[in-house]
């Protein structure tokens, strides 16, 4: 367990798991070795981060605009989601954690859907924490779909307020994010998350994703603990 106390430990840390691609070139590897290791990567440091006491773990692994790489790179990504849900999820589930898959269904193959489905179902008893998989996700397309929603249930206007939308995100038990991760030194969202970023600390580290290791975890956990949230306060 962790040595840093409960009250300093993020209830919910996310992860663009960015580099993957950039990592597998400068190591002459093809790109799709590059997404095998990140996704390899992300079962360890989810783990890690779960061991040290942490709820919720968040990981944009697949974007709504990620469509438009190339055919034989979808497929592959769209592969490893399935291993994901398939085989990934055996790990999880012993070790008491909930899967859950936040995104659209959009341009996604039925197969998939329902490998998806089945994982979130035999995983959906875990207590020890929950893993958000964002796939086939976009921040701006989840608030646009909590304000279809809204309209749909005929809420009136007066009384939409933003814990309303809060209501009616994907999966809104999922909270916000205390903690955000990017890895290769970029330092933007992407549309990760707008809702629940709100007040994030954020943590930008030079390393790609497949640099990381299990041993980044306490490291992290550190930089936030010596944060002051103040959430708009003194």
């Known amino acids: 367990m962790s040595e840093i ?23 002459n590897l093809s790109t799709l070795e590059g997404h095998r290791r990140g996704f390899n990567l992300l079962r360890k440091v989810a783990h ?5 006491g ?23 990504l769209m592969g490893l989601i399935a291993r994901l849900a398939e085989k990934d999820i055996k790990s999880f589930i012993k070790r ?25 179902a035999q995983s959906a008893h875990g207590t020890r924490g929950t893993l958000a998989v964002c796939f086939n996700y976009g921040g701006r ?33 999922i909270p916000n994010i205390d903690l955000m991760v990017r890895t290769s030194g970029e330092q933007r969202l992407s549309n990760f998350m707008l809702w629940r970023c709100a007040y994030s600390e954020f943590l930008f580290l030079d390393k790609k994703w497949p640099e990381l290791t299990e041993k980044d975890v306490p490291e992290m956990l550190t930089a936030y603990a010596s944060r002051q949230r103040r959430f708009g306060g003194n």
Request: hydrophobic fraction near 35%.
């Open 48 to 52: 890690k981060v779960f061991d040290h």
């Open 141 to 173: 397309r989840e608030i646009a779909d909590a304000c279809r929603e809204i309209i749909a249930k005929g809420i009136p206007a007066g009384e939409i307020t933003e814990q309303t939308i809060a209501e009616h995100l994907y999966d809104p038990e």
């Open 96 to 120: 008491g954690i909930r899967v859950r898959f936040l995104g659209v269904t959009d341009r996604v193959n039925e197969k998939l859907l329902l490998t998806i489905r089945k994982c979130e």
């Open 5 to 27: 106390t409960n009250t300093l430990l993020p209830r919910h840390i996310g992860f663009i798991v960015d580099g993957n691609r950039r990592w597998a070139r400068e190591h």
């Open 54 to 76: 942490v709820e919720y773990v968040s990981a944009y692994v697949f974007s709504t605009e990620n469509w438009n790489r190339t055919e034989k790179e979808v497929d592959y």
